[in-house]
T-cell receptor, first 109, second 112 residues
Framework: RKEVEQDPGPFNVPEGATVAFNCTYS??????FFWYRQDCRKEPKLLMS???SGNEDGRFTAQLNRASQYISLLIRDSKLSDSATYLC??????????FGPGTRLSVLP | DGGITQSPKYLFRKEGQNVTLSCEQN?????MYWYRQDPGQGLRLIYY???????QKGDIAEGYSVSREKKESFPLTVTSAQKNPTAFYLC???????????FGDGTRLSIL
């Protein structure tokens, strides 16, 4: 089983839709979690950290479910500019980041 | 402005040639990383460094070499031993190993 898995998509959604991605991880001792966004042929950029209690940043909500070993990203009121690949990242303290393969989102007009 | 600068943006390698990709950061970060990304794939770690004059192999270090003589610089050499070097190479840095990484805008390497 891979350390971090994501549904590759693509998720094709209309503008204004709500879309959610999940990311599962295999190591129950994983401590920190992040979501990155990568536009086509560009570098990844940090979108948000994921906290145990869940956190929100505008239209974006991140949640962590330790019991089932997954994190999620919810995007409300999707914009065309949200089209990108979303990478989840899992880290064990003292270990390196493990990047998921990414989920591609296309928001359609 | 603080950030990470990678150069060149595009690089072409001839058969049997070594090439060096530059990565410089002025964020005063201790940790630096090199990743390789193939089309439609995730990031794979090549090498990382937590401190000057020290670096460790990542998951796919064969055919690559690095140095960390200065805190702000972490160049990557793609040697002739790397038989399939065509990829997008990303350099990143973070304050420490456990904190979010920030990326440069990458170098695209192709074989002539």
């Amino acid at each position: 089983r891979k350390e971090v898995e994501q549904d590759p998509g693509p998720f094709n959604v209309p503008e204004g839709a709500t879309v959610a991605f999940n990311c599962t991880y295999s190591n129950s001792a994983s401590q920190s979690f992040f979501w990155y966004r990568q536009d086509c042929r560009k570098e990844p950029k940090l979108l948000m950290s994921v906290y145990s209690s869940g956190n929100e940043d505008g239209r974006f909500t991140a949640q962590l479910n330790r019991a089932s070993q997954y994190i999620s990203l919810l995007i409300r009121d999707s914009k065309l500019s949200d089209s990108a690949t979303y990478l989840c990242v899992v880290i064990l303290y003292g270990q390196n980041f493990v990047f998921g393969p990414g989920t591609r989102l296309s928001v359609l007009p | 402005d603080g950030g990470i600068t990678q150069s060149p943006k595009y690089l072409f390698r001839k058969e049997g040639q070594n090439v060096t990709l530059s990565c410089e950061q002025n964020l005063n970060h201790d940790a630096m990383y090199w990743y390789r990304q193939d089309p439609g794939q995730g990031l794979r770690l090549i090498y990382y460094s937590q401190i000057v004059n020290d670096f460790q192999k990542g998951d796919i270090a064969e055919g690559y070499s690095v140095s960390r003589e200065k805190k702000e610089s972490f160049p990557l050499t793609v040697t002739s031993a790397q038989k399939n070097p065509t990829a997008f190479y990303l350099c990143a840095s973070s304050p420490t190993r456990d904190q979010p990484q920030h990326f440069g805008d990458g170098t695209r390497l192709s074989i002539l």
